[in-house]
């Protein structure tokens, strides 16, 4: 869940949402105007973008961001418009997206409205690194927006997307004792007044296998994963657990698998599910490749 006292009505269903216009340039000197604030003395002055995340997660973002080629990215989510300043200040040439305009404070960076529970209003191959911070488990459907990031994102470009890791060792036993997995540990209240609330809950946490096969549909596929941190309890019960873990998934995924390519495919899978960090990780963020020129987008 977003921080306590943090209002950011980003993710709203498609009859919600109001659809974006090709005024950029006309919403951006609206967005100048009422991101302005006024000190003690009446003067006026802009306020600083803050990072609407758990504390650390963007400096995890940006250590993998930042290792990457310059080139031209595309913020999804952008919020505020923190991440956004950090990517220009490192000499990306920066564009970003969200549902509301009014949480954005970079009038310097320009920004699109978006339905990003729709078709992105940006051309095919638009972007170099398209970057995703903790959007993925608040959207309806995961392989619409995973097909988005790959429709924008150039041949021999990246996507980096982060999302809370649903393969912890303690998210499992969460959902084994509860039924709830610990990304959404409790349920939603549906009836909130407050027009798309829900959206801002993690109303959708995305599995790996989920964001492997919505990517590799797409013709793109996981290079690495980091980690923001790891978790105690499932960094203590590594040692006496993983034989179980890797005995299952290894039967499951390579053992009952006849046909010769799935189990090769499959292999890689197991290595991301069994790697110590996936299971003791609290967040992870992908960062995605293109491995073929075409595949089916299903729009």
Request: charged letters at 20%; a positive charge.
């Amino acid at each position: 869940m977003l921080p306590s006292g943090v209002q950011k009505n980003i993710f709203m269903s498609v009859t919600q949402l109001t659809k974006s216009t090709p005024e950029i340039s006309s919403r951006q000197t609206h967005i100048i105007e009422k991101n302005s604030t006024t000190d003690g003395n009446g003067l006026t002055k802009d306020r600083i973008p803050e990072p609407i995340t758990i504390p650390g997660l963007h400096e995890t973002v940006q250590k993998v961001v930042g290792k990457l080629p310059r080139g031209s990215l595309l913020d999804v989510g952008a919020g505020e418009g923190a991440f956004s300043l950090w990517a220009q200040k490192q000499n990306f040439t920066v564009t970003a997206t969200d549902i509301d305009p009014n949480n954005y404070f970079a009038p310097t960076i320009p920004f699109q409205q978006a339905d990003l529970g729709g078709r992105w209003p940006f051309p095919d191959a638009s972007f170099d690194i398209v970057v995703s911070i903790e959007v993925l488990e608040h959207v309806e459907n995961h392989y619409h927006f995973l097909r988005e990031c790959c429709r924008v994102c150039k041949p021999g470009g990246r996507i980096v997307l982060s999302t809370p890791n649903c393969h912890s060792i303690e998210a499992r036993l969460n959902y084994f004792l509860t039924g709830f997995d610990d990304c959404a540990p409790q349920p939603i209240n549906h009836k909130n007044p407050i027009l798309g609330s829900i959206y801002m809950e993690h109303i959708h946490p995305a599995p790996l296998p989920i964001i492997e096969l919505g990517l590799r549909r797409c013709g793109f596929e996981i290079e690495q994963v980091a980690f923001n941190r790891r978790r105690r309890l499932a960094t203590a019960l590594l040692p006496l657990l993983y034989p179980f873990f890797w005995w299952r998934t290894f039967r499951h995924l390579i053992l009952r698998e006849r046909d010769a390519d799935s189990r090769k495919r499959n292999r890689n899978l197991m290595r991301l599910l069994l790697d110590p960090k996936m299971l003791t990780g609290r967040i992870a963020v992908f960062t995605c490749c293109k491995t073929i020129d075409s595949a089916p987008t299903d729009q």
